[in-house]
């Protein structure tokens, strides 16, 4: 921009220092001490310039929601499969779920809110096909190969199976994230995972962005499992009467709003559990933390798991997963469907083994020997719908 006499102008508006894009320090300059921060992070698998006008979090993030494993969650069975009805939970409403009872409690406690939000968002990435019953069939076919896991599932999908950058596999994310997303992991395949796998040998803790993320994960399932298995009918009001945490608070959502009934009734009751789950554990975290008043991430590390309910919400939480257990997740159309699942999931790995010319050529292998963990990444990376018409594609011969 010139002025009038044609000189060089400088257009900087008043304020300009104010609006300046913060550095990575800035933007986390209001964490605890004992929080992850991306300007301390252990860093990418393949080293990559700092981002600007974001944090390296913020940046696991944002390729999590873009990647093509999360767009697939919206067509995963949570419990009931997608085809059961438009209102229940899929991979996907359950992730974003997770993530906001997270990021609550993250910003409580004054931990990283974008690494619990990248770590949520990404749990689930490594399910299969039709949920638990998927999950548990293609373990059982990967038997003699090393099984398959959902948790080292995730990790192998931001590591390697993602295909949209230029210079490497997978989605690159940091340390932290990747260490979150390996909720789980046995001793033998620790072993095989380096650093990240070092705190399973050593049992030491991850970070507590990556504790909030799992016990949110259960909060979230938890509730939206009583929630789902009311609206299809598999559970009832009655039933859940002998839930102490259940039945709590229904009975005050009752009181205070006698005039209401059936769903909203149902709404005012979970939203009560919800609420004081993520309040037990944002006082219970606390008492933790100052029990054992961790200075940094590393004596986060060392000290036992500092996220944790109290013990009598604790006690609660566990009877309601119980009776979910028993109730929902056994219940006779629950099993017929994963009876359906264990089908499909068994027949297309036979199908894929007994002939891998089958398969996608690029799930195709002159390796003998890896030729199965490439059948379990293609099963995996399905939806339901998908697996459904990959299987009648290859058993069922159609007559039009
Ligand atoms: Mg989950």
Redesign the pocket.
């Known amino acids: 921009m010139t002025d009038r006499r044609g000189d060089d102008v400088k257009h900087e508006p008043a304020g300009t220092a104010e609006i300046a894009v913060p550095t990575q320090e800035a933007l986390e300059a209001h964490l605890a001490p004992y929080a992850a921060r991306s300007a301390q992070s252990r860093g990418r698998r393949y080293p990559e310039a700092a981002p600007s006008a974001r944090t390296e979090f913020q940046r696991d993030r944002d390729r999590i929601v873009r990647s093509t494993a999360f767009r697939r969650l919206e067509y995963k069975t949570q419990v009931f499969v997608n085809h059961e009805g438009d209102l229940f939970r899929t991979r996907l409403t359950?992730s974003l779920e997770?993530a906001q009872i997270a990021r609550s409690v993250a910003r409580n406690l004054r931990v990283n809110e974008d690494l619990v939000e990248a770590i949520s968002l990404a749990?689930?990435l490594g399910h299969t096909p039709f949920g638990h019953a998927g999950q548990d069939a293609l373990n059982e076919c990967m038997r003699e190969h090393g099984g398959f896991e959902h948790n080292l599932q995730s990790l192998a999908v931001v590591d390697d199976l993602e295909e949209h950058y230029g210079a490497f596999n997978g989605l690159n994310l940091c340390f932290e994230t990747r260490e979150g997303i390996l909720k789980h992991c046995s001793r033998e395949n620790a072993r095989r995972l380096g650093a990240l796998g070092e705190r399973f040998l050593q049992g030491r803790q991850p970070s507590i962005e990556a504790q909030i993320a799992n016990v949110a994960?259960e909060i979230a399932?938890n509730n939206h499992d009583v929630d789902d298995g009311l609206r299809s009918g598999l559970l009832t009001v009655e039933q859940l009467a002998e839930v102490e945490l259940w039945q709590t608070h229904y009975e005050t959502a009752r009181r205070d709003y006698p005039q209401i009934e059936g769903r909203r009734l149902i709404h005012e009751t979970v939203r009560r559990i919800i609420n004081t789950l993520i309040v037990d554990l944002i006082d219970a975290t606390r008492l933790n933390l100052i029990r054992h008043a961790p200075a940094s991430l590393d004596d986060v590390r060392s000290a036992p798991a500092l996220v944790a309910h109290s013990e009598t919400v604790a006690a609660q939480a566990a009877a309601l997963k119980r009776f979910l257990f028993k109730n929902l997740y056994r219940h006779y159309r629950v099993m017929r469907m994963a009876n359906k699942a264990r089908r499909v999931v068994v027949g297309l790995f036979d199908a894929f083994t007994d002939d891998p010319r089958l398969l996608p050529p690029s799930y195709q292998s002159t390796d003998a020997a890896q030729q199965p963990r490439l059948i379990a990444h293609y099963i995996a990376g399905m939806t339901d719908r998908y697996a459904v018409k990959e299987y009648q594609r290859l058993f069922v011969i159609e007559d039009n």
């Open positions: 359950h997770v749990h689930d994960d399932y």
